[in-house]
T-cell receptor
């Protein structure tokens, strides 16, 4: 069966520090992968999506970047965190168009 | 392009009462529709999905939803609310062709009081 792993679950980082969140998928190949950010009362905002290795599309301008070095690995990064980067980050993959599967999320607090 | 509108950021019901969470969508191609539930500090869990089969879809935990093309709606219902149903609920649409990018509504917080 397919599973999706996302870590860490919680993270507290100082302003100006780097960020690396990792997401991996098991049990499937060539998945479509997505990073979302969730803010209270604002639903899920799509940040990046990827349809293959080194193929990244950015949905909104921001202080973040994404990379896909391997087929089933999707990484969200920042060189210098801002206070406004705080939030709940979710990784997801979509099985064709029939269902989206989510990781457990990362609660990022920038202090 | 597609969009999802969830009416009401908060819905409050008594335990045992009917739950109705509203979702309307717009999509340029026939969509697949989903309801997800999220408990605090967790990822999203699939409740049910419509993928062009039966228009009345039954999901987990006693929830169901009906796809109404004429109304572009996919409302979520449960006949009798339970305290454990208190959570955030998201309606989502994935187009049946193209980029497969899920679009989510803003979410509805379901509050269940005794």
């Amino acid at each position: 069966s397919q599973t999706i792993h996302q870590w860490p679950a919680t993270l507290v980082q100082p302003v100006g520090s780097p960020l690396s969140l990792e997401c991996t998928v098991e049990g499937t190949s060539n998945p479509n992968l997505y990073w979302y950010r969730q803010a209270a009362g604002r639903g899920l905002q799509l940040l990046f999506y990827s349809i293959g290795i080194d193929q990244i599309s950015s949905e909104v301008p921001q202080n973040l970047s994404a990379s896909r070095p391997q087929d089933r690995q999707f990484i969200l990064s920042s060189k210098k965190l801002l206070l406004s980067d705080s939030g709940f980050y979710l990784c997801a993959w979509v099985r064709e168009n029939t269902e989206a599967f989510f990781g457990q999320g990362t609660r990022l607090t920038v202090v | 392009a597609q969009s999802v509108t969830q009416l009401g950021s908060h819905v409050s019901v008594s335990e045992g009462a009917l739950v109705l969470l509203r979702c309307n969508y717009s999509s340029s191609v026939p969509p697949y529709l989903f309801w997800y539930v999220q408990y605090p500090n967790q990822g999203l869990q699939l409740l049910l999905k419509y993928t062009s089969a039966a228009t009345l879809v039954k999901g987990i935990n006693g929830f169901e939803a009906e796809f109404k093309k004429s109304e572009t709606s996919f409302h979520l219902t449960k006949p009798s609310a339970h305290m454990s149903d208190a959570a955030e609920y998201f309606c989502a649409v994935i187009p049946s062709g193209g980029s497969y990018i899920p679009t989510f509504g803003r979410g509805t917080s379901l509050i269940v009081h005794p």
